[in-house]
């Protein structure tokens, strides 16, 4: 027999479900990946996972080759080119991991009947989730809104399904194989040049990632993890993203790590980081259940919230020109690298928000496409949860004081210098605001507030006044 595997967002052979199936008793596998942008239309993916994809697919491609196989790549509509392929073939068999986004949801469930109405056969597994969506309930049936009891109830069965081996891989039939620089995925602007120097998309990038995470980071996760001045997470979002490594395979590595001698300060660094991916989990569960929640509050009140965004303190928020140091230094992080540190996210989401009250949405947009780990569910949590709008939000209206918040989680100030140079000669003790510094300092350091470096764009103490306000008219 022939088989296809249709490969999307789980580009690794190791622990796939469809790609070790479908080479099991197969005399022939063609695995294929097809580039379908309108599929996911109205969220295709930003210019910045198109350089990623580009560059994992090339990395995947090797990896077949050395395996004795070849990736397949096509652009068009998904089920024209599995036709295509089943017929040049004579492949009578599709199999693929399953995508929980609204879109993939109802595009592969078509297919599926499409397929299967043809005669072939069509199985689907779990790669991407520690659990799906649907095997997960409140004691009184329906999701988990709020993240601390949902991740107590699957903290025991977390590990309880061992990654699944890497298939030895039956030769490709014979067919063309198409380029991947016809997929067009590499911006056409050089923006993303520098993108290099930080990542290694693919599978084997995913792996040093990880076994260097659980070497330096791991130990001292639950507090690193919130200082941007620190290489103290592990990097791996993109990576999840695109499936170049699978949730159960980084808990196997953690808890191997963790076990190995027995070191409780381990276990304990090991249960929050292992709770952080089940906040990816919970995001994805959430996205499932509340496909509305991509453009509609999860929470009805803020249908009625008064957004009053203005479109030059937008365009300051993008380019890291808002006059306010650990905000600048996040957006310009995220212009250069892909990557934003999830403090930062958090507090450059309260900023647009709250202070300069935008549209959570417009936010949203943005790190769609200048993010490397853009994902949709966990940017729509991510994104509603700063709004005040979304799951697990805080029971009151959280407005984040950017300079505290630099001064507590960058108190160096490394993190600003390095993205923000032209405030490096700034003492660390005004670093945060430097539009509070005394004069002959600022001369020192070169900076003249207004001409070197933003005024602030919005005062910091009015403006959370009347988002406050705004807040109090919806409350109810
Ligand atoms: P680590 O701390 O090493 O965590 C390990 C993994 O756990 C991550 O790779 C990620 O898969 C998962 N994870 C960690 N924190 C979260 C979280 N809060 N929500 C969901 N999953 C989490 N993450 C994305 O992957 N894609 C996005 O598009 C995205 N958008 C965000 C937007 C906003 C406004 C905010 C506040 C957060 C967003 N996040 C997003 C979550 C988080 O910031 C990133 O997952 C994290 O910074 C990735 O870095 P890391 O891999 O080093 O994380």
């Not at 350089?51 to 080759?65: E, G, K, N, Y």
């Not at 298939?167 to 040049?193: C, F, K, M, V």
């Not at 709004?387 to 600003?416: L, M, T, W």
Request: aromatic share 10%; with cysteine.
């Amino acid at each position: 027999t022939t088989r296809i595997v249709w490969l999307r967002r789980d580009l690794r052979l190791a622990d796939n479900p469809a790609l070790h199936r479908a080479a099991q008793s197969a005399e022939r596998l063609l695995v294929l990946y097809i580039h379908a942008p309108d599929e996911d239309a109205p969220w295709t993916a930003g210019a910045a996972s198109q350089w990623w994809l580009h560059h994992s697919l090339q990395a995947l491609s090797r990896q077949l080759d050395d395996a004795g196989s070849q990736l397949v790549v096509r652009r068009g509509d998904s089920l024209d080119v599995i036709r295509q392929c089943l017929q040049a073939t004579g492949a009578n068999s599709v199999y693929w991991n399953r995508l929980y986004t609204p879109m993939a949801r109802t595009r592969d469930r078509n297919i599926k009947d499409a397929l299967r109405a043809d005669g072939v056969e069509v199985r689907s597994f779990n790669a991407a989730l520690l659990n799906e969506p649907w095997t997960v309930e409140t004691k009184s049936g329906g999701p988990y809104r709020v993240f601390t009891p949902f991740w107590k109830s699957i903290r025991e069965q977390v590990g309880a399904v061992p990654p699944c081996p890497t298939p030895a891989l039956p030769p490709a039939p014979e067919i063309d194989t198409g380029s991947i620089d016809s997929l067009q995925l590499h911006p056409r602007l050089n923006w993303a040049d520098g993108f290099g120097a930080h990542w290694t998309p693919g599978s084997a990038g995913a792996e040093q990632r990880l076994q260097r995470f659980l070497q330096h980071a791991l130990d001292d996760y639950d507090e690193g993890r919130n200082r941007p001045d620190l290489d103290a997470t592990s990097g791996l979002s993109p990576h999840l993203h695109f499936g170049e490594i699978g949730p159960r395979q980084v808990v196997a590595a953690v808890d191997a790590a963790s076990s190995d001698d027995g070191r409780t300060r381990s276990a304990q660094q090991a249960d929050k980081f292992l709770s952080e991916i089940a906040w990816r989990e919970f995001a994805h569960h959430l996205l499932f259940h509340y496909p509305e929640t991509l453009d509609q509050p999860l929470n009805p009140r803020f249908r009625g919230f008064e957004w009053a965004g203005r479109d030059t303190d937008l365009n300051a928020w993008q380019q890291g020109q808002t006059g306010i140091p650990i905000v600048d230094a996040g957006m310009r992080q995220l212009w250069q690298t892909g990557w934003m540190h999830n403090r930062v996210r958090m507090i450059v989401g309260s900023l647009l928000t709250k202070n300069l009250r935008h549209h959570w949405q417009t936010g949203a947009r943005w790190f769609w496409d200048t993010l490397v780990d853009a994902d949709l569910a966990n940017n729509t949590l991510g994104w509603q949860w700063i709004a005040g709008c979304g799951a697990d939000a805080a029971p009151y209206f959280r407005i984040f004081n950017p300079v505290s918040q630099g001064e507590k989680f960058d108190p160096k100030g490394h993190y600003v210098r390095r993205f923000v140079p032209e405030l490096s000669k700034l003492p660390d003790r005004h670093i945060h605001a430097p539009w509070t510094a005394p004069d002959h300092l600022l001369r020192r350091a070169g900076v003249r507030i207004g001409k070197d470096y933003p005024q602030p764009i919005v005062d910091l103490k009015s403006s959370r006044q009347a988002a406050l306000a705004a807040y109090d008219k919806i409350k109810g």
